[in-house]
């Protein structure tokens, strides 16, 4: 006997609510995540903006500390870089003006090439020094790394420069073909 796949009852306006609270209360929501997740439950389209209304009113929900919040655990966690961050809470559907003022603002005081050095430190911990970054081939694969990790690729070069066996390697070095934003 094969199981069907069950769909959840739609919700009502107050149940809405309800679901909203429990899902805030789990983890932070961007107002566009939520909104996503209540439509999927919503038995009427117009209770969603209602509740989303009652929620950003009640200061249950609120983009902006959502991506401060965001930003600074990236930061402070994962060190990622600006560009890993921003598109992150993209993902989280924070509007794009908000997320790169965000995120500009949590890293203004942030050196990113220390930060790139950290994170090279930290990713490479096991791996012998003496040996790092030795050819071509290693470079850009770390290159291609930090990229994902949100850093830029002039900081990128300038970090390389100092952990990579044979330095001059990097004069020349054309960075791989960086993966777009989307």
């Known amino acids: 006997m094969s199981m069907k796949e069950r769909r959840p009852r739609p919700l009502d306006a107050a149940s809405l ?15 566009g995540e939520l909104t996503e997740k209540l439509r999927r439950r919503a038995a009427r389209a117009g209770d969603v903006e209602e509740v989303v209304a009652r929620l950003k009113q009640s200061g249950y929900l609120d983009d902006k500390r959502y991506a401060e919040s965001y930003a600074a655990s990236r930061l402070a966690g994962e060190k990622f870089g600006r560009t890993r961050v921003i ?27 220390a930060l790139i050095e950290e994170w090279i430190r930290r990713k490479y911990r096991t791996a012998d020094r003496e040996g790092l970054f030795a050819d071509r081939n290693d470079l850009a694969a770390a290159y291609r790394r930090l990229v994902r990790a949100g850093f830029r690729g002039g ?9 990579a066996k044979n330095p001059d390697l990097l004069d020349g070095f054309e960075p791989p073909e960086e993966e777009s934003e989307e």
């Open 17 to 31: 609510w309800d679901y909203a609270l429990k899902a805030l209360g789990a983890r932070a929501h961007s107002t």
């Open 87 to 113: 598109r992150d809470l993209r993902q989280h559907r924070v509007a794009p003006a908000l997320a790169e003022k965000t995120v500009g603002k949590v890293y203004r005081d942030v050196d990113e090439v």
């Open 155 to 163: 900081q990128i070069i300038n970090a390389l420069k100092r952990f």
